[in-house]
């Protein structure tokens, strides 16, 4: 596996990457049966959705199967890598990689502190205020409600969130007052269209109940290494032509025409950039059996409340 930091043109770190080789199937794998989706960990079924194409959503049911990826950071940590979102990713992408039970498989992924939730449609509220909405509510089974936040700007936690009084919620809101709590990991999911938390749920509760807004660590499919190639080339001959065309305008209209670097550069730059950062759809497996698999692991799962029908009870 190759890591490597990205940084913009004012040497300002933006992102990790991570080119996985050898691991053709993740341990915290997604499976699709037709609008079913049956996420599991390590072969035990963690989540299971039913999307809802009448409504625009996802109704969704946990089975308390789910364990952390990264183990629990010690307030030291904290503190000595405390505003260096750069050293987190890779300390959580040395976890990420050595653990079997992750979502990492072969391909091209990023670790971002950048995140579509920092832009979500929060009205004139302070974005502090808007956390704890953006929470999925309910345990074991809910609904991701893809027009509530407008698509992507959900968070679904794997487990239970604890609560205010939970202890290590009341040792990281000491953290979050001090602007000294670890990163919150969260992996995009396109399936469910939200985000769902691999680590630090307790983090979340913690800066919620402080009216603070968490650091993040966003993990997602990005393009792989020949698509990153082919656009790449595709983009120096959009630059190329771009320039091409100003030295026709300047030998017509003369110098006071621009040599056309300064627009056609930073086209450029953006979209070498987007190669390596676009967010790409997450990897789903053909689950076998299909759909009477699913409805066979959702009875066993949940006692038979699900697996009845399609989906789950409304």
Known sequence: MRRTDLVRDDG????????????RRPGLCLFSAGRRLLLTQGGRPVLLASVDDDLGGVGFRRTDAYRSVVPPPRAVAGRDLAGRPDRWAHRFAE???GTPEGPLHDGRWLLSPESPLLHGNHGSRPLTEYWGEMIVEGHPGGYVDWFLHSHAWEILPLRPMPGHGDGRVKAYRKQARDGTLPPVLLWWVSGLDCHVVLDGHARL???IAESTAPPLLHLHRTAPGDEVAAGTERAVERYEAELTRFAGLRARHGAAVP????????SLARHLGELHTATRPTWAWPLPGGPAEWRRVAREATGGEWGTDDGPPM
């Open 205 to 207: 509760a913690a800066a």
């Open 95 to 97: 976890h990420l990689l």
């Open 12 to 23: 300002t770190w933006t992102g990790l990457s991570l080119d996985v080789r050898s691991r």
């Open 259 to 266: 040599d056309g670097t300064a627009t056609a550069g930073a």
